[in-house]
């Protein structure tokens, strides 16, 4: 019934690696909260300790960390998650931001690797030696005239 988008991001790479979980597996994420340290089996990453760091529902609403529980808030923020930057110092806008708590209403997930494993999230890249190779193919003639 419920299966998660997660992203999780590699600061040491700077890239993402987005997941799809089934339902056995989203049942694990249920009830954590932002903050909160998960171990990478659940997603196929053994070795890997993963923090969440975010999310957002079925309908669009980000999750934000000082926000209890798992429903949806009205809240009075000045700064942070759900909002743009304020042009006058001091306004307070209402925005709806969703819970701290992974719940069914939530879609995605955002994740970040705390402790890394032993085998890399990403592969080396080989398309720098794609872009160094000549092309191929009928505009190939013509690409070289150039």
Do not use: H, W
Not at 50 to 56: A, F, N, Q, R, V
Not at 80 to 90: A, M, Q, R, S, T
Not at 111 to 136: C, S, T, W
């Amino acid at each position: 019934m419920v299966q998660y988008k997660v992203c999780v991001g590699d600061p040491a790479s700077k890239k993402t690696l987005k997941v799809e979980l089934s339902e056995e597996q989203s049942a694990a994420l249920r009830g954590k909260k932002i903050g909160d340290v998960v171990k990478g089996d659940v997603l196929g990453l053994e070795g890997y300790e993963l923090e969440i760091t975010g999310g957002s529902d079925n309908c669009g609403f980000p999750m934000r960390k000082d926000v209890e529980g798992t429903g949806r808030k009205r809240i009075l923020a000045v700064k942070g998650i759900g909002l743009k930057k304020n042009p006058v110092k001091g306004r307070r806008i209402r925005k709806t931001v969703a819970g701290n708590t992974i719940s069914l209403r939530t879609v995605q997930v955002n994740m970040k690797v705390k402790k890394p494993g032993k085998k890399p999230l990403f592969e080396e890249d080989k398309g720098k030696e794609a872009e160094n190779a000549k092309p191929e193919g009928e505009g190939a003639a013509s690409q070289e005239k150039q």
